[in-house]
């Protein structure tokens, strides 16, 4: 089995409407239960926004923190599940119903299994 990420990209601006979010995430606890009854799913959660974050960079010999993304986009990783699949194929399958569930697009990543 291989570890998959499914990162979820939010867009940045308003939030959708209460009843529309309420709506999409009742339909992501529900894919949640079918990943956990398929013995796929290992973790998932939502982020908090890009502002939130601290980049700590190499500088010579320190460690500098600063404030913010690393990278500012017009998109932003807003949530991330992690499955155990057997390929490929079946982790595109299940990024597929993510994207279905939830509106966003759905970058499917691999785990690097060299160490």
């Excluded at 990162?7 to 995430?25: A, F």
């Excluded at 239960?33 to 502002?51: H, K, R, T, Y």
Aim: glycine share 12%.
């Amino acid at each position: 089995m291989k570890l998959y990420a499914l990162n979820m990209w939010q867009p940045r601006g308003q939030m959708p409407p209460q009843d529309v979010l309420e709506k999409v995430m009742m339909d992501v606890r529900a894919l949640r239960l079918e990943l956990e009854d398929a013995e796929a799913w290992v973790f998932g959660a939502g982020l908090c926004g890009p502002e939130t974050s601290t980049v700590l960079r190499p500088q010579g010999d320190q460690v500098i923190a600063t404030d913010g993304p690393y990278v500012d986009g017009g998109e932003y990783v807003g949530g991330m599940t992690i499955i155990k699949v057997p390929d490929l194929d079946a982790a595109l399958m299940w990024g597929h119903r993510y994207v279905r569930v939830t509106g966003l697009p759905v970058e499917v990543r691999p785990f690097w299994a060299g160490v």
